[in-house]
């Protein structure tokens, strides 16, 4: 393929990425006042030590409207073990706090979760795909008292680099994923289930882009739609990812 058609191809892809978040965000703009568009930052970074083991870090704030109104905190941290270099699995835990919407400063629940997952990595044409399954474990503190629950995850990502024909400095990628998420409990939570049924509780769609920074560092903003039984909202997305090797040379 010759480089005007490389040029045409990505500018219809881009222009495409950016007709879908001008619809998502004419949606968002007409819901509720406690569903205005908020956002999502997060930094991650990853450290292997070995090549089979790696250390996985991550923290996130979460705002129920634009840079303002608090809604929550998640700070993970994971040990990664590649079982080839398209499998990898993982065990972690994760710290949540949650605020409501209004704005009294009290925390209306925290969580403590473990996790187990497997990710499967493929080609498909210049782009990956990621298939990801996590297991998770949570202990919710509600009003002082403390709800169990056990959840599966199910998210399938696909990236795709737009301007080389793989990930490297200078490149800008564009990605879009769903994920899933099924309770096997039948505990209200947070989510006014009726009447408290387990099963589909929430869904993730994402659609973004991002620049590859450095070998080892990546920018990455979107839109994320994020609808649960009692709860649809929209979400601008920014986060920062830098990796870093350990192994003895």
């Known amino acids: 393929m010759n480089n005007r058609s490389l040029a045409i191809r990505h500018a219809t892809t881009l222009a495409f990425g950016m007709y879908l978040l001008t619809l998502m965000l004419g949606i968002a703009e007409a819901q509720n006042p406690e569903d205005k568009l908020g956002n999502w930052f997060g930094i991650t970074s990853a450290t292997r030590f070995t090549d089979r083991w790696s250390l996985f870090l991550q923290g996130e704030l979460r705002t129920w409207e634009m840079l303002s109104n608090l809604n929550e905190t998640l700070f993970r ?66 009003e002082g008292e403390t709800e169990y ?28 994923l769903n994920e899933i998420f099924v309770d096997f409990d039948t505990n209200g939570y947070w989510f006014n289930l009726v009447p408290y049924d387990k099963g589909l509780n929430q869904n993730r769609l994402y659609l973004g882009g991002g620049r590859q920074i450095t070998p080892s560092s990546n920018f990455r903003f979107g839109l994320l739609w994020q609808l649960q039984p009692d709860l649809d909202v929209y979400r601008l997305v920014f986060s920062y990812a830098h990796n870093f090797d350990r192994r003895a040379k």
């Not at 009290?106 to 996790?115: P, S, V």
């Not at 990801?132 to 202990?139: I, M, N, S, V």
């Open 77 to 142: 941290g994971a040990g990664h073990y590649d079982f080839s270099p398209k499998t990898m699995g993982a065990f972690g835990y994760v710290r949540v706090d949650t605020w409501p919407f209004t704005d009294s400063g009290a925390r209306k629940f925290y969580e403590n979760r473990f996790y187990q997952e497997l990710l499967f990595k493929a080609k498909a044409g210049t782009g990956g795909l990621n298939n990801r399954f996590r297991l998770e474990q949570r202990w919710l503190e509600v």
């Open 149 to 176: 629950s056990n959840r599966f995850r199910y998210m399938l990502q696909y990236t795709k680099p737009l301007n080389s024909d793989k990930m490297q400095p200078g490149t800008w990628f564009v990605q879009a």
